[in-house]
Each structure stands twice: as C-alpha cells, then as structure tokens.
C-alpha cells in the first residue's frame, strides 16, 4: 500500500480537504488549501453540484487519500468494521483505521506525516513492546508501546519531528512519556480527536452499492 504519488495538495485542493498529507507545510501558510481554496483547473473557482454518488465517492477518497490506503485495503478495513460487533459500523471503521501502527506513529508525534510515519516503520525503525515491527498497517492493541528505536532516534525524518514533538500534544488515546519517549496506548481512539471531518455513514453507503 502505497501513498499518493505526484501532486498531493492537488488530491486535497480537489476533495474540500485539508488532508495533512505535506507534513508541517499542510499546517502553514504555504499550504494550498490556504492560498488556493478551490478545485483545481481552469475551472476550479466554479461551483460544483455533486450527485448523491459523487458526495460519497469524495468521502470515501479522503479516508483513502489521508491513511494511504489502496482500494482493496479500504474494502477490508469497511468489511472487517461490518463484522465487528460491540461498536457501530462507523465508529469501528475509525478505530481500525486509527489503530494502524503507521497512524498511531504519526498520532504519537514520532513522524510529522502518515506517509514519513509509514516510511519510520517499513524502515524498521518502530519498536512495538521492545521488538521491532516494520508492517505499517499492523493493529495496535491496548497498552502497546511504541517508541523509535535508540539506533534511529539520528534518523534526518525522527530528529526533525522530535523537535516539533516539543510542542505537540498527542489525542487522548496515547499518553507520551517525555522521559522514555514512548508513547503507550491507553485506550481506544475518540472519534472526535480524529482531526479531519469524515461521514463515515457515507462512505458505508458507498460501499454499500
């Protein structure tokens, strides 16, 4: 699973959705969607009717956009959220896609963007409970905890988040330890600390085709 290649303010620029996917440049003055709030093309600035369809295929692209998920894996994550039983369907699907290991680095502070926390990984250099895991989209679990490997705590990409991790507070759901820096999982991720407004019910319908 790979993240968005090309133009990625582009993507975001075309959904109505800052999707954080430039690290610290999406939370600037720089980012598109502050200079250039509307669609792109020649014919960005016009409004646009959308059909039932249309409003729900761009919901479903911005999950997809935001975790770097391919088409296949989102279709899992929907089915895995169907079955799932002690929650409802939307809040499921957010938990899962939350309590990925790639978001829950990037939720911690370890890496500025989903797409560096998922390079942090896939380069081995996670620890999760003291062993080191390079699969992305493995799920964590309650009372999990994930640091950056002493070895790579030089990496260019970890020195230059763990500078702005300084004034970063992570969601309820992870509680940072400045000392060990680790982040351990304290319990499930809120819906409302997600950060990028997604109707999840939409999405369901989508899939629901």
Do not use: C
């Amino acid at each position: 699973m790979a993240f968005l290649i090309g133009p990625k303010e582009k993507k975001a620029r075309a959904l109505g959705a800052n999707l954080h996917l430039k690290a610290e440049r999406s939370l600037s003055q720089k980012s598109a969607m502050v200079r250039r709030a509307y669609r792109p093309g020649a014919h960005g600035k016009r409004r646009r009717n959308l059909s039932e369809y249309g409003v729900q295929l761009a919901e479903k692209q911005k999950i997809r956009f935001s975790y770097g998920l391919t088409e296949k894996a989102m279709r899992r994550y929907v089915g895995q959220a169907i079955k799932m039983k002690k929650v409802s369907t939307p809040e499921a699907l957010g938990r899962l896609l939350e309590m990925r290991l790639d978001n829950a680095v990037f939720r911690a502070g370890f890496a500025q963007s989903r797409s560096i926390a998922r390079q942090l990984v896939s380069h081995g250099h996670v620890n999760v409970n003291n062993r080191r895991v390079d699969v992305p989209s493995k799920q964590v679990a309650l009372e999990d905890v994930i640091e950056i490997r002493e070895a790579s705590r030089q990496n260019k990409l970890a020195g230059r988040a763990a500078e702005a991790m300084k004034k970063y507070a992570p969601p309820s759901w992870l509680a940072f330890n400045p000392e060990t820096k680790r982040a351990t999982v304290k319990q499930f991720p809120n819906p409302d600390e997600i950060g990028i407004e997604y109707d999840i019910p939409l999405v369901l319908e989508f899939y629901s085709r």
